[in-house]
Each structure stands twice: as structure tokens, then as C-alpha cells.
């Protein structure tokens, strides 16, 4: 058996833990699928790419020698109708629980050696959400469900992923969505995750009810239209006992949003990512059959979405300003600052943090993520090159 310097679990009773063969094993660790933690969570190691039968951002933690999973957050898919799509995935079932999808980052949580750890989407251990964990959620849940894992979102504006300012929250709140099992991966059916989290006093994602298949559609519509008034993102669809796999969908308001983010920095962001976006509207213009204002208006929208935020950094990049994308966090230890950095900087992001400022008992930094590419592109348009 091969020896790598990096990976230092036993081979053969973390294959047998996975279930794979110890050569496949091997071949993920040698492809680089299986990455190591750093500092205090150097036994914490997380599936990249194209693990076997586990979700993306899968989580392995060696205890010296005994293993457990926290798999990754399985990916929802997408209603682009809603009235055919829910009858289709959820034909087996009479009815579905509509929740809030908020729109934040994901988070699990778990304990590791007695303190509470926060992983994001992609299985790094995330020092920032970790410490608001800390603050945020007590002890006893974990300690009387070791088994159990909680996954939610971290909501508000003091979000170095996702700034949202329509929630009312002050700065950053944890909203739990799903309870799963640790190893399998298999979630409490939507009640009784509802209940423990109640008794747990955990916030939670807002619960709009209960539909029949044959009305959910109808009912899903007309809070989506609630919802996007207010600048909120949308919902998800779940089959109660959590067999079935739950469906998204979202409000043109909230894609909209999505669209004026990304078209800020039009160089950097996925081509994927912007056209899925106004794909999601023309389905929802067909579906909800709107009257001609309601078109016009949608069309507006979409419309400003794209060309008001491109503008604006065509502008910007021509008075000599860089644009970047700006936030803030805020800690209580000022080492997380520092942690928080060199974290995001090991992922590669391009960051400049400015001094911390001390509120209270806690540190105000404000960041700026430089959007390079679109920079470089804006400023070689202004110099007159070509496109390509
Ligand atoms: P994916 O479909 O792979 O999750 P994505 O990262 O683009 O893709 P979104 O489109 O934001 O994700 O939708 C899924 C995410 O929605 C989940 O990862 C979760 O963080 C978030 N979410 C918010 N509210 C809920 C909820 N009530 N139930 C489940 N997920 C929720
Ligand atoms: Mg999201």
C-alpha cells in the first residue's frame, strides 16, 4: 500500500467505513478527491469532486482509527413549472409541506471535540460561521444527539457570502431547515424535525403549510408572489416524511436580484449561472398566464437587472475606481479575523481586510472581494481593445 505524506488514515478501515474497495480508495486519494483540513481540524478531511455515492462537500472525520460521515447537503432540483413538476415528483404522495427557502449559505453543524463546528456547502470548516455557531446555537442538542446533524442557513448582512438586508435581521442568524443522521444522511420527516427544533429553541425556516397535490401549485404561487414582493427568494417543496426529494422554486424578484449581483461583475460570473436565471422567468411568464402590465413590468425588471448593473461598473471602472464586492463580518475574537483571511485566502479569494473596528464587545471589518477579471475587461474595453 502506498504511503501519502498529506492523508494519514488507515486505508483499509476507511475503505471498509465507505464501503469501497481499498484500491478505489487509493485512486480517490491519488486524484486528489479527498482533502485534508487544516489546524485544530487536521483529522477532518472532506470529499472533492467525484466521490462515489456521496454528495459533494461530504465530510469524513477520523477519530484515531473509528469514522463518521457528515454528508453533504444534497443538491434540490429545480420546478420550472410548478404545477406539472410538482405532480410529477410527487406523484406517490397526497401531499407536500411548502417551506421558506431563504437565502443565505448553507451550513452543518456538528460537534468535534466538544465544541460546536460549523461546515459550509463545500465541507471546509468555516471560521467565521464557526464562531457565530458558538454564540448562537447551546450545547445540548448535540450532546444528547450525537448522531444527528443539523443543517440550516445563515441569514442576515453581516454575510461574507450572501448579504441580504429583507429579513430584518441585525446582522447574522442561523435558520435550521433539515435534521439528518449522520453516516446515511437520512433526514427527520419535516415534523418532527420541526418539533425537536422547537424544543431545542433552534430559529427555523418558516413553515407556510401543508398542500393537497392537486392546489399546491395554486397555493405555492401565491406565496411566491408574497414572497418576491418583499425581496425574498422563494421555497422548497418537501415530501413531509423526507422520502422523496424536495423541489425549489423561486420569485422573479428574487432572480432578478440574483442577476444584478452577478452583472456587477459580468466577467466573473457563470455563464451558466446568469442564463439559468432568465430561462426561470420566461417559464414563469407562461405559467401564470399575466395580464399585459404584469408582462411589461417583468420585462422591466429582467431588463434593468442585466443592463443597469453593467453600466454602473462600465462607469465606475471609467472614473479610475476599482470595483470590488464590499461587506462586512463581525466577531467576537479578534483572532477570527485572521483566521477568517487566511481562510478565505487558501480558497484563492482575493481579499482586503480593513482594520478591525471594536463595537462593543465585538469587531466590525469591513471586506472587499477585488473582481479583477471584470476590472481588467472593463478597462481594456475603455482603452479601445476588441472583445477577442
Ligand atoms: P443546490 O440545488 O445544489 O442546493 P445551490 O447551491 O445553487 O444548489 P440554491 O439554489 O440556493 O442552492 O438552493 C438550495 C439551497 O437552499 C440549500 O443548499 C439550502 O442552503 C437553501 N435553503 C434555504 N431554505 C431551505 C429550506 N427550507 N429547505 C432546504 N434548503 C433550504
Ligand atoms: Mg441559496
Not at 480558497?347 to 472581494?369: A, R, W
Request: charged share 30%; hydrophobic share 35%; aromatic share 12%.
Amino acid at each position: 500500500m502506498k504511503f501519502y505524506p498529506e492523508i494519514e488514515i488507515d486505508i483499509e478501515k476507511a475503505a471498509e467505513f465507505l464501503e469501497l474497495p481499498p484500491s478505489r480508495l487509493e485512486d480517490l486519494i491519488e486524484k486528489r478527491s479527498l482533502k485534508r483540513n487544516w489546524d485544530e481540524y487536521y483529522n477532518i478531511y472532506r470529499f472533492e469532486g467525484h466521490a462515489p455515492h456521496l454528495e459533494d462537500g461530504t465530510v469524513l472525520i477520523d477519530h484515531h482509527g473509528s469514522f463518521e460521515l457528515v454528508r453533504g447537503f444534497p443538491k434540490i432540483k429545480r420546478a420550472m413549472l410548478l404545477e406539472p413538476s410538482i405532480k410529477n415528483s410527487f406523484s406517490k404522495i397526497n401531499s407536500v409541506v411548502v417551506e421558506e427557502k431563504m437565502n443565505g449559505y448553507n451550513v452543518r453543524v456538528i460537534e468535534y471535540n466538544g465544541k460546536l463546528i460549523a461546515f459550509t456547502r463545500s465541507g471546509h470548516v468555516c471560521p467565521y460561521s464557526t464562531e457565530w455557531i458558538q454564540n448562537l446555537l447551546e450545547m445540548d442538542f448535540f450532546k444528547e444527539n450525537p448522531e444527528l446533524i443539523l443543517y440550516g442557513e445563515m441569514v442576515g448582512p453581516d454575510n461574507p457570502y450572501v448579504q441580504k438586508y429583507v429579513y430584518d435581521i441585525a446582522s447574522l442568524e442561523f435558520f435550521v431547515f433539515d435534521i439528518r443522521y449522520k453516516n446515511t444522511g437520512e433526514a427527520l420527516p419535516v415534523y418532527k424535525k420541526k418539533e425537536i427544533a422547537e424544543e431545542y429553541g433552534f430559529r427555523q425556516v418558516r413553515l407556510f403549510g401543508e398542500f393537497n397535490i392537486n392546489e399546491a401549485a395554486e397555493k405555492v404561487k401565491g406565496i411566491i408572489k408574497e414572497l418576491g414582493k418583499k425581496g425574498r427568494e422563494g421555497v422548497v417543496i418537501k415530501d413531509p416524511e423526507m422520502v422523496l426529494q424536495p423541489v425549489k422554486y423561486t420569485a422573479s424578484e428574487s432572480n432578478c436580484a440574483d442577476l444584478r449581483q452577478a452583472f456587477k461583475f459580468y466577467n466573473e460570473a457563470g455563464r451558466d449561472y446568469l442564463f439559468s436565471r432568465v430561462i426561470r422567468e420566461g417559464f414563469q411568464s407562461y405559467e401564470w398566464n399575466e395580464s399585459e402590465e404584469e408582462f411589461q413590468q417583468r420585462c422591466l425588471r429582467l431588463g434593468e437587472s442585466i443592463l443597469l448593473p453593467m453600466k454602473k461598473t462600465i462607469a465606475q471602472v471609467e472614473t479610475g475606481e476599482r470595483i470590488s464586492d464590499d461587506f462586512q463580518i463581525r466577531v467576537r475574537d479578534r483572532n477570527v479575523v485572521y483566521k477568517f483571511k487566511s481562510y478565505l485566502e487558501r480558497l484563492g479569494l482575493y481579499v482586503v481586510f480593513e482594520t478591525p473596528e471594536k463595537i462593543g464587545d465585538e469587531y466590525v471589518v469591513s471586506i472587499k472581494k477585488m473582481n479583477k477579471s471584470t476590472n481588467d475587461k472593463t478597462l481594456a474595453m475603455l482603452e479601445g481593445q476588441l472583445w477577442s
